[in-house]
């Protein structure tokens, strides 16, 4: 049992894991509050795809570790309930998407899976079907899906069962611009209803407009936080990315593209 | 675990690859039984009859059945083994594994579901077998159902049934390897061991040779040398094997 701040739904409390004598997370404190989009970007590699795994129980930590709270209490997430992760959605890397099931079939087991009954199921795959105007493709199959569709399937079945905390990885890289403005409302008004949203992007104009924290990590580390009505972002985000190598801005070396 | 059973139900009902494992072993086993059959009733002497003849296991349905049996108790490991393999093996392929964390219901109740989905299909599959071979022995002569038929069957069901659940174990290959083929791979290498180990005569104790030695794959001798316990063998081997996919899904990490 732990105690945070009232709002908090997610924490990670000094969390490090390596791969080898690779570090991949290196000490990370992080909060997902209540109502929130907390953004975190930085370039390839910089441990932001293994430090939601982390969160979500996928890896075991070296040292440290994440909790949640979305009940009264707060649990470690190597110990959570059922009941618990019932309030959680994700999307982190591959969807969960079966190419044999239509997308009606995917997402309603999806619900399933995610603790809703049979019928209540049923109901929310047309509804969330609708929400991100997957109706054309209900009844196709995943396997003939384009990327950007089965992206759009992934993120159907992370939040069927609407969950309390949502954690996204990179939810838009593979659609177009009717896509990323549809995934872009549905996390707004998500967080407008209470949910906790932690979301990973390439596009710091696109966290800018939605988020309400920008935590920028490097080296598996976080290296500072961004303001999300700030002007020129990319240019203080390559500032701290700099400023954490120890370059001189004046002289950049080559830098890989954000993400 | 209700949901987890649901959903593994629905992907196999969906699936190209148990579809064409049901046929191969519903149709193909009673269809080579009764080619056999007709090889060993035939006059020739052709090296096929040869081979053929010290596998009958008495006359008429007991002997048309037993057949069906030997020839079962490959094909459900080959054909059960390699739908094991890609039921498990396929999250990890197709990185469906990850997506399975985080959620209500635990990784160890799918991995289970899955198991349970799996042995009552293959358990199907052997019934589908013997309804398919028992008409198909009365059209090729075998004769009307009659005396031995029941014992025949009998002993077909359980040889098919031990081999479902010996096929299991191939769950924690593909699951700890991470992919179908290291999977179908390790069927491969049991098909390869069971021959080597049946052929230096130790095949009674080895769970993987037991049910065919018994269905009279080694001949009327090696049959009658099978007994209940050695047959028995397969439950915990498959069962074990089983749980311990069901304890490795609930500790692995998605990598």
């Known amino acids: 049992m732990t105690t945070a701040h009232p709002s908090s739904l997610l ?179 998500a967080a407008g209803r209470g949910v906790g949203v932690l979301v990973s992007s390439h596009h710091l104009d696109e966290m800018a407009r939605i988020a309400h924290r920008i935590t920028v990590m490097h080296r598996g580390a976080v290296i500072g936080t961004l303001p999300p009505q700030g002007a020129d972002l990319e240019r203080q985000f390559f500032d701290m990315v700099y400023a954490a190598e120890g370059v001189d801005p004046r002289e950049p070396e080559p830098v890989a593209e954000v993400s | 675990m209700g949901a987890a059973l649901e959903v593994e139900v629905l992907k196999l009902r969906r699936a190209t690859a148990p579809r064409v494992a049901a046929l191969a072993v519903a149709v193909g086993v009673p269809a080579l039984g009764a080619a056999f059959m007709a090889v060993a009733r035939a006059d020739g002497e052709s090296q096929m009859a040869a081979k053929v003849r010290p596998m009958l296991v008495g006359t ?11 020839v079962l108790s490959v094909g459900v490991l080959l054909a059960v083994g390699v739908v094991v393999c890609w039921s ?8 469906t594994f990850g997506s399975l964390f985080a959620i209500p219901t635990a990784r160890r109740d799918i991995a289970l579901a899955k198991a349970t989905v799996l042995l009552g299909w293959g358990l199907g599959l052997c019934v589908a077998t013997v309804v398919i071979a028992v008409p198909l022995g009365v059209l090729t002569g075998v004769g009307a159902p009659g005396e ?93 094997g089983a749980v311990a996919t069901a304890w490795w899904w609930g500790r692995a990490e998605a990598i």
């Open chain 2, 148 to 240: 031995g038929m029941v014992a025949g069957v009998v002993r077909t069901l359980v040889v098919g049934g031990l081999m479902v659940v010996l096929s299991l174990p191939l769950a924690l290959v593909a699951s700890m390897h991470r992919g179908y083929l290291p999977g179908i791979a390790g069927l491969l290498g049991i098909v390869v061991v069971t021959q080597i180990v049946t052929v230096a005569g130790a095949g009674t104790w080895f769970p993987y040779a037991a049910p065919g030695l018994w269905a009279g794959m080694g001949g009327p001798e090696a049959a009658a040398a099978v007994g209940v316990p050695h047959l028995l063998l397969a439950l915990p081997v498959g069962l074990g």
């Open chain 1, 11 to 189: 924490r990670a409390h000094r969390l490090a894991r390596a791969f080898g004598t690779e570090p991949a997370v290196t000490g990370v404190d992080l909060r997902v509050a209540a109502g929130e989009i907390h953004a975190l970007v930085g370039l390839n590699g910089a441990g932001k795809t293994t430090l939601m795994r982390l969160l979500l129980g996928m890896l075991q930590p070296d040292s440290g570790r994440a909790t949640l709270h979305l009940g009264p209490d707060g649990t470690d997430v190597r110990d959570a309930p059922a009941a618990t992760w019932r309030g959680v959605g994700h999307l982190v890397e591959s969807p969960f998407l079966y190419a044999e099931l239509t997308v009606t079939e995917t997402v309603r087991a999806a619900a399933r899976l995610r603790g809703l009954p049979a019928h209540e199921a049923r109901q929310a795959t047309d509804r969330v079907i609708a929400d991100l105007a997957l109706e054309h493709w209900a009844r196709r199959r995943c396997r003939t899906l384009s990327l950007g569709n089965r992206q759009r399937v992934g993120l159907a079945c992370a939040v069927v069962h609407r969950p309390s905390l949502l954690v996204l990885d990179e939810p838009t890289n593979a659609l177009d611009p009717a896509g990323v403005l549809r995934v872009r409302r549905h996390l707004v008004e």
């Open chain 2, 60 to 70: 008429g349905w007991e002997a048309y059945l037993t057949m069906i049996g030997q």
């Open chain 2, 88 to 95: 498990f093996g396929r999250e990890f392929t197709d990185g």
